[in-house]
């Protein structure tokens, strides 16, 4: 079935004494049945003694998955922002949101949801409050939208925008002036506004924010009291659901472009639009427009007994059209204006670069040749300030995905609440803590809770100390833990070896990682020689700042043997490894059999929210609190809790750390084969989504300028990836865990296509 099928299809004869007994059979619910208009579906309002609901029979030509989606949304909506006023889908009596019935032998589907009682818009008519609170309304849907993704697509429908073109067959149904007009959109269209689709935010949209579809309390017509019909809900640019808005909303007006500017200031202040969103949202206005002006004669001409429902809006689309007509540059500019992004548009990168480093200082260092100046981000995605998005495969930080937004709305929500520090007792945090402990093996039960990484460290190190009564630490030789003092101090990647203190020995990781017990008896050796006693050892559990290795199931258990035979402690530090990146076993060190004495935690915790925390044993614990003090003010206070349970609940809803596997292994096998054809790539390593990517030069050499020459490449080509190692010839892949094999097919695809241009341009090989 198409999607002309589907628009050519009435709704479906059905009588009220049907849609009674479909109430009864279906959902064991009973009232007084009044028929409703409706574009595709046949409508009725139910009315019981204590509420009512709204009935909707569908045509055949719709599919019951791609319906269940549509009661799906409106459970997801209702979820992440229970203030928004969408209708509650209500399941038959057997627990499916899609039920069906038989009309004139054709089962036709069914859903049920609550009644939004009020008029619509179209009734009540526009007024600017109304506008405006139905427009900010529509930016704070968008935010409760973005984190569902529908799992049964509909087929591609003619009212999706970026199908305007496929409506040339329909312009037979308009005559005259409309014909003419409507033709040379269509050829602007498909020539100027859809080719700068690709730089727009996509999401799941509504689709249709008309005033059909927006109700409002009869009492008070000034206010919205909801929105229905989620019946054209797509994938599409986020802009194009404002854009089908205000395209209604200014209809009829005697200074639409008005109406475009102000209404577009009042999305922006919930949800910031970009410089592309805004540049294209009044041609995007004007398209949703010639779209219903073909639409309607179109389906009108189909539909003669529905015609005066389907024409509601054409005479208004016309002279609207007419107005707007050859001012959209003025337009982008009055929006501009409005927005308030005027002063963001003018302020150039060289700019903002001065003010960062006169602000900031020049100690602190940006990853890429030309800096990369974001604005906003979403899942994969980090959007610059002229609306070029960039697949970020660099950020581990953003665990389950930039601004997601149930994170989002648990810091909010609980922010609402209450926040306090933990001299209180507060029940969320604890509870916090006894995700956290479940999560790792005994005898690791006691949580202490930190802001960053770096103070986690810190911590783990003043227990060791603490505990042993001694402060002689073994690091790897390029390992980074912080930059706290201490962390600073045992981080011979910022330092050097010749900078460390006497209290700091190294130990060699080589490739192999051959299991070799002098190396760690070297190190102690090397403290004794100094005057110092064994503390402890510590190691990132991915060796990140070594060239990311995945150690053998033999290496840390020898290791760790070593240092408690000389009543040192083992501390893992998970801080990027931890939470699932490496897969299934959700640590790094669980590869390994181990057990430390201590864990500490960090960066994916709160997922962009300064949070971290450290994991050790009781007895380990205590010791420390007999001879030590430790509080934060910040640390582990209910904000933060209810952020690091929010992303807990979005890994296990998700089962990302098995998605992990999955698809790190289908970007190793990309990059295997990459290897295979360049022989620059000398290894591709690491476990789960923690990917090194060694290059090397013919002689064998770390290939550290190619690296840094393809790091700036594929930033150029719209791909965020890192670099790290003692050369730094390693690059790093570390995505969000939410990155998927489409997002992995555009890294290789990218990463070939720089690859294959160097080689024949004689830059490599």
């Given at each position: 079935?198409?999607?002309?099928?589907?628009?050519?299809?009435?709704?479906?004869?059905?009588?009220?004494?049907?849609?009674?007994?479909?109430?009864?059979?279906?959902?064991?619910?009973?009232?007084?049945?009044?028929?409703?208009?409706?574009?595709?579906?046949?409508?009725?309002?139910?009315?019981?003694?204590?509420?009512?609901?709204?009935?909707?029979?569908?045509?055949?030509?719709?599919?019951?998955?791609?319906?269940?989606?549509?009661?799906?949304?409106?459970?997801?909506?209702?979820?992440?922002?229970?203030?928004?006023?969408?209708?509650?889908?209500?399941?038959?009596?057997?627990?499916?949101?899609?039920?069906?019935?038989?009309?004139?032998?054709?089962?036709?589907?069914?859903?049920?949801?609550?009644?939004?009682?009020?008029?619509?818009?179209?009734?009540?008519?526009?007024?600017?409050?109304?506008?405006?609170?139905?427009?900010?309304?529509?930016?704070?849907?968008?935010?409760?939208?973005?984190?569902?993704?529908?799992?049964?697509?509909?087929?591609?429908?003619?009212?999706?925008?970026?199908?305007?073109?496929?409506?040339?067959?329909?312009?037979?149904?308009?005559?005259?002036?409309?014909?003419?007009?409507?033709?040379?959109?269509?050829?602007?269209?498909?020539?100027?506004?859809?080719?700068?689709?690709?730089?727009?935010?996509?999401?799941?949209?509504?689709?249709?924010?008309?005033?059909?579809?927006?109700?409002?309390?009869?009492?008070?017509?000034?206010?919205?009291?909801?929105?229905?019909?989620?019946?054209?809900?797509?994938?599409?640019?986020?802009?194009?659901?404002?854009?089908?808005?205000?395209?209604?909303?200014?209809?009829?007006?005697?200074?639409?472009?008005?109406?475009?500017?102000?209404?577009?200031?009042?999305?922006?202040?919930?949800?910031?639009?970009?410089?592309?969103?805004?540049?294209?949202?009044?041609?995007?206005?004007?398209?949703?427009?010639?779209?219903?002006?073909?639409?309607?004669?179109?389906?009108?001409?189909?539909?003669?007994?529905?015609?005066?429902?389907?024409?509601?809006?054409?005479?208004?689309?016309?002279?609207?059209?007419?107005?707007?007509?050859?001012?959209?540059?003025?337009?982008?500019?009055?929006?501009?204006?409005?927005?308030?992004?005027?002063?963001?548009?003018?302020?150039?990168?060289?700019?903002?670069?001065?003010?960062?480093?006169?602000?900031?200082?020049?100690?602190?260092?940006?990853?890429?040749?030309?800096?990369?100046?974001?604005?906003?981000?979403?899942?994969?995605?980090?959007?610059?300030?002229?609306?070029?998005?960039?697949?970020?495969?660099?950020?581990?930080?953003?665990?389950?995905?930039?601004?997601?937004?149930?994170?989002?709305?648990?810091?909010?929500?609980?922010?609402?609440?209450?926040?306090?520090?933990?001299?209180?007792?507060?029940?969320?945090?604890?509870?916090?803590?006894?995700?956290?402990?479940?999560?790792?093996?005994?005898?690791?039960?006691?949580?202490?809770?930190?802001?960053?990484?770096?103070?986690?460290?810190?911590?783990?190190?003043?227990?060791?100390?603490?505990?042993?009564?001694?402060?002689?630490?073994?690091?790897?030789?390029?390992?980074?833990?912080?930059?706290?003092?201490?962390?600073?101090?045992?981080?011979?990647?910022?330092?050097?070896?010749?900078?460390?203190?006497?209290?700091?020995?190294?130990?060699?990781?080589?490739?192999?990682?051959?299991?070799?017990?002098?190396?760690?008896?070297?190190?102690?050796?090397?403290?004794?020689?100094?005057?110092?006693?064994?503390?402890?050892?510590?190691?990132?559990?991915?060796?990140?700042?070594?060239?990311?290795?995945?150690?053998?199931?033999?290496?840390?258990?020898?290791?760790?043997?070593?240092?408690?035979?000389?009543?040192?402690?083992?501390?893992?530090?998970?801080?990027?490894?931890?939470?699932?990146?490496?897969?299934?076993?959700?640590?790094?060190?669980?590869?390994?059999?181990?057990?430390?004495?201590?864990?500490?935690?960090?960066?994916p915790m709160g997922n962009g929210h300064p949070l971290a925390a450290v994991v050790t044993t009781r007895s380990i614990a205590e010791e420390f609190f007999s001879n030590g003090y430790y509080f934060s003010t910040f640390a582990g206070n209910p904000v933060s809790a209810a952020v690091g349970s929010a992303v807990l609940d979005v890994m296990e809803r998700h089962n990302l750390p098995s998605r992990v596997e999955q698809v790190a292994g289908y970007l190793k096998t990309g990059l295997a084969a990459l290897a295979a054809e360049y022989p620059v790539i000398r290894e591709v390593r690491g476990p789960g989504m923690f990917i090194g990517v060694d290059l090397a030069y013919e002689d064998g050499r770390p290939a550290t300028e190619y690296a840094t020459y393809i790091q700036n490449q594929m930033r150029n080509k719209q791909v965020l990836i890192g670099r790290t190692g003692p050369a730094g010839n390693v690059l790093k892949i570390r995505p969000p865990l939410v990155f998927a094999e489409e997002h992995a097919d555009l890294l290789l695809n990218r990463f070939r296509s720089q690859l294959s241009l160097d080689f024949s341009n004689g830059i490599m090989g």
């Amino acid at each position: 079935m198409t999607s002309e099928d589907v628009l050519a299809a009435a709704p479906p004869p059905v009588a009220a004494a049907h849609a009674a007994a479909v109430m009864a059979d279906l959902y064991d619910l009973s009232g007084e049945v009044t028929p409703l208009p409706g574009d595709r579906d046949r409508n009725f309002v139910i009315r019981g003694a204590d509420e009512s609901w709204m009935l909707k029979i569908a045509h055949p030509a719709e599919r019951a998955e791609v319906l269940a989606e549509q009661q799906r949304v409106l459970q997801h909506v209702r979820r992440w922002d229970p203030h928004l006023c969408v209708p509650m889908p209500i399941p038959t009596v057997s627990g499916s949101l899609v039920g069906s019935t038989v009309v004139d032998g054709l089962p036709l589907p069914v859903r049920l949801t609550s009644y939004i009682e009020g008029v619509t818009v179209d009734e009540a008519g526009w007024t600017t409050e109304l506008r405006r609170g139905s427009t900010q309304f529509l930016a704070r849907l968008g935010l409760a939208i973005r984190s569902f993704s529908a799992v049964a697509p509909g087929a591609p429908d003619l009212w999706q925008i970026e199908r305007l073109t496929d409506l040339r067959v329909h312009l037979g149904h308009l005559t005259g002036d409309r014909y003419d007009f409507a033709a040379c959109w269509l050829d602007h269209y498909e020539n100027e506004v859809l080719p700068r689709f690709a730089g727009l935010r996509r999401q799941v949209i509504h689709g249709d924010f008309n005033p059909a579809n927006l109700i409002v309390d009869s009492a008070e017509p000034t206010t919205l009291a909801g929105v229905i019909d989620f019946g054209d809900m797509t994938t599409g640019p986020l802009v194009a659901d404002l854009a089908i808005a205000l395209a209604y909303q200014c209809l009829g007006a005697d200074d639409p472009a008005t109406v475009i500017a102000e209404s577009a200031s009042s999305y922006h202040r919930i949800v910031p639009l970009t410089v592309a969103e805004i540049e294209i949202l009044p041609e995007l206005a004007m398209s949703r427009m010639v779209q219903s002006l073909i639409i309607s004669g179109w389906r009108s001409a189909v539909h003669p007994d529905n015609r005066e429902y389907i024409l509601l809006h054409a005479d208004p689309v016309w002279e609207t059209l007419q107005r707007l007509a050859g001012g959209t540059d003025d337009l982008v500019v009055r929006v501009t204006k409005e927005s308030g992004l005027a002063a963001t548009v003018k302020l150039t990168t060289d700019d903002a670069l001065a003010v960062r480093r006169r602000r900031l200082g020049s100690g602190m260092r940006l990853t890429y040749d030309i800096p990369l100046r974001v604005a906003t981000g979403s899942g994969v995605w980090l959007t610059d300030t002229d609306g070029v998005r960039h697949l970020d495969a660099y950020n581990n930080v953003a665990h389950v995905g930039h601004s997601q937004p149930d994170v989002v709305a648990a810091l909010v929500g609980q922010a609402g609440r209450l926040n306090t520090n933990t001299r209180y007792l507060v029940d969320g945090v604890a509870d916090y803590a006894d995700r956290l402990v479940a999560m790792l093996p005994d005898p690791l039960e006691v949580v202490l809770f930190a802001n960053s990484g770096s103070e986690a460290n810190d911590l783990a190190l003043r227990m060791a100390r603490s505990v042993t009564g001694r402060r002689g630490m073994v690091v790897s030789e390029n390992a980074y833990h912080g930059s706290t003092y201490l962390t600073m101090a045992i981080s011979p990647e910022e330092l050097g070896i010749e900078r460390l203190e006497s209290w700091v020995a190294t130990v060699t990781v080589p490739g192999s990682f051959a299991v070799d017990s002098a190396e760690i008896d070297l190190g102690i050796e090397q403290l004794g020689k100094a005057g110092e006693q064994l503390a402890g050892y510590i190691c990132d559990t991915v060796f990140s700042s070594d060239g990311i290795y995945e150690p053998p199931p033999a290496y840390l258990p020898s290791i760790y043997q070593k240092v408690r035979g000389a009543g040192g402690l083992c501390i893992a530090d998970e801080v990027q490894a931890g939470f699932g990146r490496v897969g299934s076993r959700l640590w790094g060190f669980a590869g390994s059999g181990v057990v430390p004495d201590i864990v500490t935690l960090g960066k994916p915790m709160g997922n962009g929210h300064p949070l971290a925390a450290v994991v050790t044993t009781r007895s380990i614990a205590e010791e420390f609190f007999s001879n030590g003090y430790y509080f934060s003010t910040f640390a582990g206070n209910p904000v933060s809790a209810a952020v690091g349970s929010a992303v807990l609940d979005v890994m296990e809803r998700h089962n990302l750390p098995s998605r992990v596997e999955q698809v790190a292994g289908y970007l190793k096998t990309g990059l295997a084969a990459l290897a295979a054809e360049y022989p620059v790539i000398r290894e591709v390593r690491g476990p789960g989504m923690f990917i090194g990517v060694d290059l090397a030069y013919e002689d064998g050499r770390p290939a550290t300028e190619y690296a840094t020459y393809i790091q700036n490449q594929m930033r150029n080509k719209q791909v965020l990836i890192g670099r790290t190692g003692p050369a730094g010839n390693v690059l790093k892949i570390r995505p969000p865990l939410v990155f998927a094999e489409e997002h992995a097919d555009l890294l290789l695809n990218r990463f070939r296509s720089q690859l294959s241009l160097d080689f024949s341009n004689g830059i490599m090989g």
